[in-house]
């Protein structure tokens, strides 16, 4: 038995391969830091979902077949726009995805379904955004790349290039991490053979967990809260002394740095120039430092990534649902392997419990309080 199911083989995958002891992540073979620097989220979708990186003729198709998925069916609008404008950002995503499948129809094919959740989904976050402020959701536009568009939806201007540059840089950062805790959901629930939204749907529940996508929120209270560089001792020593995690550090595969980290830290570096910002970056700095001092603790991707969430415009309640919009095109390449040579998931438990418990009727159970 391995709590968390630690270092177990759940299935063979093709897709993403780390190595958490030299600190190294692979998209079908390509290193992370080469995808980052000099790719994007077009490419890297397409790789993920199929197996190759795009012919420029195979790349203009799928950008364009994104691009033509992202206005959403008005009865997913509707049903947005009766939410309380103060819902919680995770569970409009579930819904949203869930309803999507409601009008899939007619059923897209799978690879079809794959472009459809990964284009819409960054609709339904930026529609979300507008409406828990009371704005008019802004339509999406066809003219421009998914990390332009999204930015577009989400500040009402087309962003720099820059801008566009960070956006894409996060989104390939976040595109697939192997079985983390949301895949596997997705793989799960793909290995029933439920349909390709109810698998998405279960990933994003499973991401809003703050000890998988809710931690970069998470960080940034924390920056807030230490707010300068000298405080960051005292403040880690007694949330350490209390025995509480801080956020954005250690991971499950990463006995080393996260390379993803590294990356978001000089992003973070290169974009932080008001006087909130170099004081935050010395504060995330400061942090790292301590934290690997104490705890020999690495970082992981949400520790700088809020940083610069918030420098792109995000709010801080959307980190998550910005991760979803970067994790769907990984969640959709685990699914379509998954039902490619599809086993129902189906581990067992090792029993805890009693075993010679006799059943005594209701009415002799007086005193014994269930409840
Ligand atoms: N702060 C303080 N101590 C920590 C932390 C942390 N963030 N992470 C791990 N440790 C310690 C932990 O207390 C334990 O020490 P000991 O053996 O003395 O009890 C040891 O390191 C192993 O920790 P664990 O909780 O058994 O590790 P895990 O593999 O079960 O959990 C983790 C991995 C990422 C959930 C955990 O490190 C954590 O809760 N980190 C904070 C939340 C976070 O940053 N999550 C984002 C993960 S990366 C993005 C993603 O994949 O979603």
Avoid at 55 to 67: G, I, N, Q, R, Y
Avoid at 277 to 288: D, G, I, M, Y
């Amino acid at each position: 038995m391995s709590k968390g199911l630690e270092d177990v083989v759940a299935s063979t995958s093709a897709i993403t391969f780390i190595d958490g002891v030299r600190g190294r992540l692979l998209y079908r073979g390509y290193d992370i830091n080469e995808l980052a620097e000099l790719s994007n989220y077009e490419e890297v979708a397409y790789l993920l979902l199929h197996e190759h990186l795009p012919k420029p003729a195979e790349l203009s198709a799928f950008a364009a077949d994104l691009s033509s998925k992202r206005t959403l069916p008005v009865g997913v609008k509707s049903m947005l726009a009766s939410l309380d404008t103060n819902s919680d950002a995770m569970d409009v995503l579930e819904m949203a995805i869930a309803a999507l499948g409601i009008y899939d129809y007619p059923v897209l094919p799978l690879n079809e379904k794959a472009a459809s959740i990964c284009s819409k989904i960054a609709t339904v976050v930026a529609y979300l955004h507008a409406h828990s402020r009371g704005q008019t959701p802004i339509a999406p536009r066809t003219d421009l790349s998914h990390a332009s568009n999204f930015l577009y939806m989400m500040n009402g201007k087309v962003p720099d290039e820059t801008a566009e540059r960070l956006m894409n840089i996060v989104f390939v950062l976040h595109a697939d991490h192997e079985f983390n805790a949301s895949t596997f959901t997705a793989r799960v629930v793909a290995s029933t053979l439920s349909d390709a939204y109810s698998s998405v749907t279960a990933a994003v529940a499973a991401l809003k967990g703050p000890l998988h996508g809710g931690a970069n929120e998470r960080v940034v209270e924390m920056v807030a809260e230490i707010h300068s560089p000298e405080n960051v001792e005292g403040y880690i020593r007694a949330r350490l002394a209390k025995k509480e995690k801080i956020m954005g550090f250690g991971h499950r595969v990463y006995k080393t740095d996260d390379p993803r980290a590294k990356i978001m830290r000089k992003c973070a570096e290169q974009i932080a120039t008001t006087d909130s910002e170099l004081r935050e970056l010395a504060v995330l700095e400061k942090v790292q430092e301590f934290m690997f001092k104490e705890k020999g603790l690495y970082p992981n991707v949400d520790f700088y990534s809020g940083f610069v969430l918030h420098h792109l415009g995000m709010p801080t309640e959307l980190f998550t649902p910005v991760f979803a919009v970067a994790r769907s095109p990984g969640w959709l390449a685990h699914i379509i392997e998954q039902y490619s040579d599809n086993r129902i998931m189906r581990p067992i438990a090792q029993y805890t419990g009693p075993t010679d418990e006799r059943y005594v009727p209701l009415t002799l159970r007086a005193g014994k309080i269930t409840e």
